[in-house]
């Protein structure tokens, strides 16, 4: 009998630190290009949902929604967005 194919699931709830506000414009503009690049990058080939939640929770201000079939390919997603500004 064949394994069943799994899919692993993971919610990252996610708040930018005040003084990421406090930087330069263009520095700003650099770190959102290299997320949002990690997140097209993930999305290509598993699922990846983004909702805010700004005005809805005061611990957090954005969801990540991920599925994979591995835990390594969410671990790698969650280490390029944790280098990413």
Same mark, same amino acid.
């Given at each position: 009998?064949?394994?069943?194919?799994?899919?692993?699931?993971?919610? %990252?709830?996610?708040?930018?630190?005040?003084?990421?506000?406090?930087?330069?414009?263009?520095?700003?503009?650099?770190?959102?290009?290299?997320? %949002?690049?990690?997140?097209?990058?993930?999305?290509?080939?598993?699922?990846? !949902?983004?909702?805010?939640?700004?005005? %809805? !929770?005061?611990?957090?201000?954005?969801?990540?929604?991920?599925?994979?079939?591995?835990?390594?390919?969410?671990?790698?997603?969650?280490?390029?967005?944790?280098?990413?500004?």
């Amino acid at each position: 009998m064949p394994t069943p194919e799994r899919h692993f699931v993971k919610y %990252t709830f996610l708040k930018l630190d005040p003084a990421w506000r406090r930087l330069d414009q263009l520095e700003r503009a650099e770190h959102k290009r290299e997320f %949002t690049a990690a997140c097209e990058d993930f999305a290509e080939d598993h699922l990846l !949902r983004c909702f805010s939640l700004v005005g %809805t !929770r005061g611990d957090c201000e954005l969801l990540l929604l991920c599925q994979a079939q591995s835990l390594e390919r969410i671990h790698e997603f969650h280490v390029v967005l944790a280098r990413a500004g």
